[in-house]
């Protein structure tokens, strides 16, 4: 259901409040459209705004959050969302606003978020693999919290749709998997593994930036891809990387190959994405209509 609404600009760009004026949103001066109403677990989800003219400040509204779009072509703008593994079930709503020749605009689509059922996997592993010294769990947590904080880094949008699988035989498992540890619930497994020969080289999806190139316990050789607009992608147990945090990448570059590095018990590619509101599956990003 698309929806166009008088209301309060929320706020300034990526979240800095400040007083805007009186929203008016005549029919056909902003219009949103889904790629899907009915997202499930998982789902990437392409939003597309169309405007009578140029539109200032628009940004693209998901979970409490704003985030900037990119202009596809004159008067038309795209924007990427996704429903995270965690996400309940139910309504939800997408917003953009921004402004035509200084007048505030705010146009709605409903979603709702539909059940997707998840393989569990129960595994027995050593001791030594499972369970961590309180050094290796600093360690651990450490490396999370500077993931995290690149994460929360939001850039201008600079990928295009569509995106480019990151190996040429791109055969994927696990993603959502539910992990049973040793008879432990663990987290979702929020990526996909790919099972390939150790040396097979590893491409960027997507333009962008180099966001980290390091070494971690759990992924080995990493490296994060910030495409803008909240969208990232996520390469580990690389046996090499061929990149440096900085640099600029093109969709299609080798960024490094597939290996065996941090844990894991052979040689895979552990690839994930992230855009605005969660983790997404990447074999559905894949699959968003190409332009």
Do not use: C
């Not at 690149?150 to 055969?171: C, D």
């Not at 960027?204 to 980290?212: L, N, P, S």
């Amino acid at each position: 259901m698309i929806r166009h609404s008088r209301r309060t600009l929320a706020g300034v760009l990526l979240g800095l409040i400040s007083a805007a004026p009186a929203l008016a949103a005549p029919d056909g001066a902003l219009s949103i459209s889904v790629s899907t109403g009915t997202p499930a677990s998982g789902d990437p989800v392409l939003v597309e705004v169309a405007a009578n003219g140029p539109v200032d400040n628009l940004v693209l509204l998901w979970k409490g959050a704003a985030w900037p779009m990119r202009e596809a072509a004159p008067g038309r703008y795209e924007g990427l969302i996704g429903v995270d593994l965690d996400d309940p079930e139910g309504p939800a709503a997408v917003a953009a606003e921004g402004f035509l020749d200084g007048t505030g605009f705010r146009a709605e689509a409903e979603v709702r978020i539909s059940p997707r059922k998840f393989a569990v996997q129960r595994l027995t592993l050593p001791k030594g693999m499972a369970e961590f010294d309180n050094a290796t769990l600093d360690r651990i947590g450490a490396e999370a919290a500077e993931l995290s904080r690149r994460f929360s880094r939001v850039t201008p949008p600079r990928w295009r749709i569509p995106f480019l699988p990151p190996v040429e035989e791109y055969r994927p498992t696990n993603f959502g998997a539910r992990r049973v540890i040793n008879g432990d619930p663990r987290m979702p497994h929020s990526a996909v593994d790919i099972n390939l020969p150790a040396g097979t080289p590893v491409r960027a999806i997507a333009d962008g930036r180099v966001a980290f190139a390091e070494e971690q316990f759990f992924g080995g050789r990493s490296v994060v891809i910030d495409h803008g607009g909240g969208v990232f992608s996520v390469y580990y147990h690389l046996k090499e990387f061929s990149v440096a945090e900085g640099q600029e990448i093109s969709r299609g570059d080798r960024i490094g190959s597939v290996g065996a590095t941090g844990r894991a018990t052979g040689p895979h590619l552990h690839f994930g994405v992230r855009v605005p509101g969660g983790r997404v599956d990447p074999t559905r990003l894949f699959a968003l209509p190409g332009r």
